[in-house]
């Protein structure tokens, strides 16, 4: 095989990438064809040929999926945004249910007649305009116009974008508004090859219970030029901007923030509640980007806590504190407290937030520390600072999952149940594998769809210690 090639191919399932997979016939290797679904027969164009698999494109649709649809949008197939726009949104999120109870077996090692219990997917009612979170990246056109808006699929060029489906209309009324003060004061864009240019991004954060919005731009410089000019034409263009931010960002190639930030206007933290519980944000502190499925997403984990009052609670990777603080805040609304929270955070200014969220909340009982998650646990575990025994552990690390050593450490607190949050089913089910080898059993498994239209999907885990 070589590149070129044309197969007719059939398509059997798809990657989180929105990319169809099928076998080439008669050399049986994978094929990688771009935007095909499953069920569809295609004629395949080979573009990257390697000894394991090959990528192809689609030249023509021989039998089509009935869950093809024509895309609602007219950047599909140019913005590397939403990889799922030409399948329906019911397909979609069956295919991410799939794909979650595939890694748990084919992964994780659990067979099919497992006990674990596999839940319907938890998808949005109107997948629209849910993100409140965007980050644009600012590049100058063919004629010399500073230009913003998001990267083109595969590659760091900038396409314009009028109206993005899936993110908040606060967010592009303020790129447009940032762009328009670029223009006028002539400042320039950052360029990744040369180095040169000052705009390298734009950072927006909206809140949806607040109805305001976070601006951090991100500089290859010191200082922004006409910062109070900026600041008056931003807040008049976009009223509802209530905290502007600069990021200073000097470093080669294309790493999207730096670690200093300048405040400039407003707030220092952006307010936003979730299940009924505050939370301040500062412009480096994750946060989950789809608010109505965190409500949903933590009312999961909140049911698998299934807490009666005088918990011990590990969370560990938690942010700005939001999971466990929304579980002793419920817990305390209802007359049943937990006894204590203790939540782990390698980023400091997170911790400083989930601090000041406790007491946003009225929490007394909580303790926050910041470092390396495996560290700090071992840390506090030979220093006695954990309690004997804790009920629940929470486990919602990044991608990457957890490693085994953090697992030996956080199960040697002896929990009763552990809730683990993944936004990876592939090292979730990784990690459930070693986590049966040590003693604890995955019995529900309830996906989440965060991200509508593109392929990512979140997943809750509930997992009880073996009987022995
Ligand atoms: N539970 C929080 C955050 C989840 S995202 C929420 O739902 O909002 C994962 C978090 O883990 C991030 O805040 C990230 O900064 C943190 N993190 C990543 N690797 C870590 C490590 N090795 N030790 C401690 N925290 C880590």
């Known amino acids: 095989m ?34 095909a679904l499953p069920g569809e027969k295609i004629e395949a164009q080979i573009i990257k040929v390697t000894k394991d698999y090959a990528v192809a494109k689609v030249n023509e649709i021989i039998e089509k999926s009935p869950d093809r649809i024509t895309p609602d949008c007219s950047y599909t197939g140019k913005c590397g945004g939403c990889s799922f726009r030409h399948c329906s949104y019911e397909a979609h999120l069956k295919t991410k249910q799939q794909y979650v109870r595939d890694c748990i077996e084919r992964i994780g090692g659990f067979s099919e007649n497992s006990k674990i219990e ?136 294309n790493k999207v923030s730096g670690d200093k930030y300048i405040h400039l206007y407003g707030k220092e933290k952006l307010r936003d509640a979730i299940l009924d519980t505050w939370f301040d944000i500062s412009p480096m502190s994750f946060y989950q980007v789809n608010p109505e499925q965190t409500d949903r997403l933590y009312s999961v984990v909140k049911d698998f806590a299934n807490l009666r009052g005088n918990e011990n609670i590990l969370d560990i990777y938690c942010g700005i504190g939001t999971i466990g603080l929304c579980l002793a805040n419920n817990a305390q609304k209802s007359g049943n407290p937990i006894k204590s929270l203790t939540g782990i955070e390698y980023i400091r200014q997170a911790v400083v937030d989930a601090e000041h969220n406790a007491t946003l909340n009225d929490i007394t009982n909580a303790k926050f520390y910041d470092g390396d998650a495996g560290k700090v646990l071992s840390d506090l575990s030979e220093k006695g600072a954990l309690a004997d025994k804790y009920d629940l552990v929470i486990l919602d690390p990044p991608r990457k999952g957890c490693d085994k050593k953090l697992l030996d450490t956080a199960i040697s607190v002896n929990p009763e149940k552990i809730v683990y949050v993944s936004c990876n089913a592939a090292t979730l089910a990784r990690d459930l594998k070693y986590l049966r080898e040590i003693g604890y059993e995955p019995n529900k498994v309830q996906p989440v769809d965060m991200f509508p239209f593109a392929g990512h999907v979140e997943s809750v885990v509930c997992l009880e210690k073996r009987k022995c």
């Open 118 to 253: 596999f839940l319907p997917i938890i998808g949005m009612e109107n997948p629209y305009n849910y993100r409140n979170k965007a980050i644009f990246p600012f590049s100058t056109d063919r004629d010399g116009n500073i230009i913003s808006g998001f990267y083109r699929k595969n590659s760091h060029s900038v396409i314009e974008i009028d109206n993005c489906k899936i993110e908040n209309p606060m967010a592009s009324q303020i790129r447009l508004a940032v762009t328009e003060f670029a223009t006028t004061y002539n400042l320039t864009a950052y360029n990744e090859e040369t180095g040169k240019g000052l705009i390298r991004n734009l950072m927006v954060r909206t809140s949806r219970s607040q109805s305001e919005a976070m601006a951090v731009l991100a500089i290859n410089g010191n200082t922004l030029p006409h910062t109070n000019e900026f600041i008056s034409f931003l807040t008049e263009k976009c009223p509802f901007v209530s905290s502007v931010f600069v990021n200073i960002n000097k470093t080669s190639g």
């Open 2 to 35: 070589q590149k070129n090639d044309i197969f007719e191919i059939n398509i059997t399932v798809i990657t989180e990438d929105g990319d169809g997979i099928g076998r080439i016939p008669g050399d049986g290797r994978v094929v990688f064809c771009k935007g």
